[in-house]
T-cell receptor, first 112, second 116 residues
């Protein structure tokens, strides 16, 4: 089992709709969680950190479920510009070193 | 604002050739990283550095070497390139400890390397 798993998609969603996707992680000792966005043939950019109590940034809401070991990203009122691949990232302290474990990403396509 | 700059952006190597990928950041970040990104896989950490003069192995270090002689530069070397090293390479840097909740990694634009 991969340490961080995401549905690769693509999710094809009409403009204005709400879309949500999850990311599961295997190690219960994981401490920090992030969502990054990556446009086609571009570098990843931080979208938002994920806090234990959940957090919101405009149309984006991130939540953490430690009991079930997943994080989620919800996008409301989706825009064409939201089309991208969304990468889930988990920081994990392992053998006195840190490891930054990246999911393979979920591709989102917003259609007019 | 330059941020993180990688050179070159594209390169084709023959098996057995060597090359160095250059990464420079102008944000005075302590932490720097080299990743590779392959289709269907998440970014995988090759090597990283927690400060000038330090380097450490990541998840997939074999076949690569790194150096951090200056705080702003992090070099990735391939001594004898193999087709399995065909990938997109990203350099990144961060100000905070990677274990911090609010750590943001800033990435370069990537280097597309093909080994034939």
């Amino acid at each position: 089992r991969k340490e961080v798993e995401q549905d690769p998609g693509p999710f094809n969603v009409p403009e204005g709709a709400t879309v949500a996707f999850n990311c599961t992680y295997s190690n219960s000792a994981s401490q920090s969680f992030f969502w990054y966005r990556q446009d086609c043939r571009k570098e990843p950019k931080l979208l938002m950190s994920v806090y234990s109590s959940g957090n919101e940034d405009g149309r984006f809401t991130a939540q953490l479920n430690r009991a079930s070991q997943y994080i989620s990203l919800l996008i409301r009122d989706s825009k064409l510009s939201d089309s991208a691949t969304y990468l889930c990232v988990v920081n994990l302290a392992k053998d006195s070193n840190y490891q930054l474990i990246w999911g393979a990403g979920t591709k989102l396509i917003i259609k007019p | 604002n330059a941020g993180v700059t990688q050179t070159p952006k594209f390169r084709v190597l023959k098996t057995g050739q060597s090359m160095t990928l250059l990464c420079a950041q102008d944000m005075n970040h302590e932490y720097m990283y080299w990743y590779r990104q392959d289709p269907g896989m998440g970014l995988r950490l090759i090597h990283y550095s927690v400060g000038e003069g330090t380097t450490a192995k990541g998840e997939v270090p074999d076949g690569y070497n790194v150096s951090r002689l200056k705080k702003q530069n992090f070099l990735l070397g391939l001594e004898s390139a193999a087709p399995s090293q065909t990938s997109v390479y990203f350099c990144a840097s961060s100000y905070r400890d990677p274990m911090s909740v609010n750590t943001e990694a800033f990435f370069g634009q990537g280097t597309r390397l093909t080994v034939v």
